[in-house]
């Protein structure tokens, strides 16, 4: 995944060409969801496809970035109010797992 169309691929250094688009489910505020599209680009050299994907999101994630942040910061809890049932508890658990497992290594 790639952050912003470059002209290089990141394994290879090939030239990246736009290949198609995917549709993808995005996770807000309120518990409401929206659909974007992410474009995708192929590498002419070693054919692997990449995805560009917003700012306002993580790769491999379907929560906006923002809220993932407020979990992280403590911001957003299951006592808030709007929040209840959006993410949920393990949801939020498992992401201060891994932040916090990440935050040990370095």
Not at 7 to 28: E, S, W
């Amino acid at each position: 995944m790639i952050r912003k169309k470059t002209d290089n691929c990141p394994k290879c250094n090939g030239q990246l060409f736009y290949y198609d688009k995917a549709k993808r489910i995005v996770k807000t505020r309120y518990g409401r969801q929206i659909y974007i599209f992410v474009k995708r680009y192929k590498c002419s050299v070693c054919g692997s496809v990449h995805r560009c994907i917003p700012k306002f999101l993580i790769p491999y994630k379907h929560y906006e970035l923002e809220i993932i942040k407020g979990v992280l910061e403590g911001i957003i809890t299951n006592d808030i109010l709007g929040f209840e049932d959006y993410p949920c508890e393990q949801t939020m658990k498992r992401w201060r797992e891994i932040y916090n497992s990440l935050y040990e290594r370095q």
